[in-house]
């Protein structure tokens, strides 16, 4: 049982449960009574339990570890008052192009709805000077690589990395770098060097390879399951446990994709995240109201596999799952949203700023550029109020201290606006949340 607003997680059994159901809508005596004629006798369940299970469930509500009341409101939208202005991460989208041709990317192969393009090292090195210059105090900076595909220029990937580490020590900055790819292109010096600089790689993997095959395909329309998947697994052995994951999409083609991660962990894999597919209603690719139903049912096999396999001494992480029931996020930060838009922006190749990689292309959302800076503040205080209390329909959801108010883009291409509410992304995001818990609650109860 989640107490909301505390965060506090009660391993219950049925009598606490119902009482718990009860409590704030019937006196003691009603609850009591209620309780001794449902359960007096069953499994040798006596009268002083129930009364003991009802005097903890008081104590508990005393402790503020249940129906603790949600005082957070007033907080909302002051983190990011507090830190305005101030960017710790940009996603560099250093190749509009890409050598695959999936048919459900959301970047329409990487052109992003534009021209191809790549990034020239004078675009990429005014990124970096831009959020040096605008990071404040901060001391960790974040950049990610993407496309398309950017080890298609990869020669300026490294001498932005070069470029950086160069003023590390002078600017007062850490640089944390990501690189995402498709796999085609790596090689040993990508290996070398990614391992070496990065502090994390998304690799790209839909699993099994009929699935992978299915849209990962080259502009032949041949298939890359074969010539990717030896390159991955020697680049993750070569990784000596630094982060890494392999990042897969399920659609209607594998709503089934427990399969696909079964088929990671096969090939060696164990960081692992499978996501569903972002496109139009209408899309082939689209999950479908059956398709729904099965990918539930699939999150819930997920985590029952998960412990099975640490039962095996074979554990596994699935992205979605990762959570931290005694600490995680301030309070601040799980109300205030996404930072996109405020403290995370993506440029293209041509330095133009959008609130993230989900936005580019869109001419409404173009917040500015890196010489100039953000230029269009309207836009950019419309994510400045994205909070989990913007979105009307989140107030009574008991996830809503996990996802922050979801995803502005999934919200914006769904609803037409960065707050309203993705109603299939709510679904799954609330019943992944709710294999996490029960995952984190049963490795701590050693099950």
């Known amino acids: 049982m989640l107490d909301v607003c505390s965060g506090s997680v009660h391993v219950v059994d049925e009598v606490a449960y119902d009482i718990i159901a009860l409590f704030e809508e019937k006196c003691r005596e009603d609850i009591l009574s209620e309780m001794k004629e449902k359960y007096l006798g069953r499994d040798g369940i006596l009268e002083e339990d129930i009364e003991e299970c009802y005097t903890q469930v008081e104590s508990l509500k005393n402790s ?9 409101e007033p907080m909302a939208g002051k983190l990011k008052q507090k830190t305005a202005g101030v960017v710790k991460a940009l996603c560099l989208h250093v190749a509009h192009t890409c050598n695959l041709n999936c048919s459900y990317c959301f970047a329409s192969q990487g052109k992003y709805h534009g021209d191809r393009a790549v990034m020239s090292f004078d675009v990429g090195k005014q990124a970096l000077d831009f959020l040096v210059a605008n ?15 950017p080890l298609m220029n990869f020669e300026v990937v490294k001498e932005l990395v070069a470029y950086a580490r160069s003023i590390e020590k002078e600017k007062g900055k850490n640089f944390r770098f990501t690189l995402t790819t498709n796999g085609v292109l790596v090689d040993d010096d990508v290996i070398e060097w990614a391992n070496r600089e990065c502090s994390n790689v998304v ?23 074969e010539k990717i998947v030896p390159k991955f697994q020697k680049f993750v052995e070569a990784r000596g446990g630094k982060e890494y994951y392999m990042r897969g999409t399920f659609t209607h083609a594998n709503p089934d994709f427990l399969k696909d991660i079964e088929t990671m962990l096969e090939l060696g894999f164990n960081e692992l995240s499978m996501e569903p597919v972002v496109c139009a209603a209408d899309d082939p690719s689209a999950l479908t109201e059956e398709d729904m139903a099965l990918v539930m049912d699939q999150y819930e096999k997920l985590a029952e596999l998960m412990l099975q396999r640490d039962k095996e001494g074979k554990p596994f992480t699935f992205y979605h799952y990762m959570i931290d029931l005694t600490g995680g996020p301030c309070i601040y930060k799980r109300i205030s949203g996404c930072g996109s838009g405020t403290e995370y922006m ?11 990689h989900q936005f580019v292309g869109d001419e409404h959302f173009k917040l500015g550029n890196i010489w100039d800076g953000v230029t269009n503040t309207e836009v950019q205080n419309e994510f400045a109020a994205c909070n989990v209390y913007a979105h009307p329909e ?16 999934n919200a914006y291409h769904a609803t037409g606006s960065v ?26 109860l050693g099950e």
């Not at 503020?64 to 957070?72: Q, R």
């Not at 107030?395 to 809503?400: F, G, M, N, V």
């Not at 707050?419 to 701590?444: H, N, P, Q, S, W």
Request: with cysteine.
């Open 64 to 72: 503020g570890k249940l129906f603790a009341p949600d005082t957070f």
């Open 135 to 149: 990071s404040g105090t901060r001391h960790n900076l974040e950049v990610d690589f993407f496309g398309g595909e």
């Open 203 to 225: 690799l790209s993997l839909d699993g099994r390879k009929e699935i992978h095959d299915r849209f990962r395909v080259d502009y032949a329309g041949n298939g890359s399951w």
């Open 346 to 356: 993506a440029v293209t190749p041509w330095g133009d700023l959008y609130p993230c």
């Open 394 to 409: 989140c107030r009574d959801c008991w996830a809503r201290l996990y996802c922050s108010g979801g995803c502005a883009a």
């Open 419 to 444: 707050t309203g509410v993705y109603e299939d992304g709510c679904k799954l995001f609330r019943k992944r949340m709710e294999c996490a818990i029960m995952v984190a609650i049963a490795r701590a």
